[in-house]
């Protein structure tokens, strides 16, 4: 039991729809971020929240959003889905050691 | 934000020590060194974190030294279980804005 719960586990979307992955957090964890781990490749960092303000943002566009909502919990919405956008998205939420992680979801794009 | 450096991958038989060191030659003075594992279709999972020196848990070990620009994780009379990719982060824990590297795909043998 890791504390930090994805849903869902597996998504298949269609080029261009969008998309909502929801993570729930340990309570108390004021930080989430957010990470795209495509195959046979190390997590990539796409954002992360504190207190539900978006407070640092790697290489990736707009149309990948968040918000995190007071309950710890938090979104990511992407837009105008790309066959590259296919990956295990990745929810972290922040203790004192660092990250917990949920087990992600798996998102493809066809 | 520290770029790390690790094997790509190792090969090691049950019951040997395992160790994987990774470089970090940028790191930055409130930088913590941590380290997390990863399965298949699995989050990470936190392994280990230092800053300096040599640090000990019921699962393995993390060895600094001075100069910090590398760090060295190891992984007592490994199983079979133990075949994983192992991550090596460099960040600031109190931002939790880490960068994966590609990690190290260690493989154990019977």
């Known amino acids: 039991e890791t504390g930090v719960t994805q849903s869902p586990t597996h998504l298949i979307k269609t080029r261009g729809q969008q998309v909502t992955l929801r993570c729930s957090s340990q309570s108390g964890h004021n930080t989430v971020s957010w990470y795209q781990q495509a195959l046979g490749q190390g997590p990539q960092f796409i954002f992360q929240?504190?207190?539900?303000?978006?407070?640092g943002r790697g290489n990736f566009p707009p149309r990948f959003s968040g918000l995190q909502f007071p309950n710890y919990s938090s979104e990511l919405n992407v837009n105008a889905l790309e066959l590259d956008d296919s990956a295990l998205y990745l929810c972290?939420?922040?203790?004192?050691?660092?990250?917990?992680f949920g087990s992600g979801t798996r998102l493809t794009v066809v | 934000l520290a770029k790390t450096t690790q094997p790509i991958s190792m090969d090691s038989y049950e019951g040997q020590e395992v160790n994987i060191t990774c470089s970090h030659n940028?790191?930055?003075?409130?930088?913590?060194i941590t380290w997390y594992q990863q399965f298949p279709s699995q989050g990470p999972r936190f392994i280990i974190q230092g800053y300096k020196t040599k640090v000990t848990n019921e699962v393995a070990s993390l060895f600094i030294p001075a100069d910090r620009k590398s760090s060295t994780l190891s992984l007592p009379r490994v199983s079979l279980s133990d075949t994983a990719v192992y991550y090596c982060l460099v960040g600031d824990v109190r931002t939790y804005k880490y960068i994966f590297g590609t990690g190290t795909r260690l493989k154990v043998l019977a």
């Open positions: 972290a939420s922040g203790g004192y050691y660092g990250y917990t």
């Open positions: 940028n790191i930055a003075t409130n930088d913590y």
């Open positions: 929240y504190y207190r539900e303000e978006e407070n």
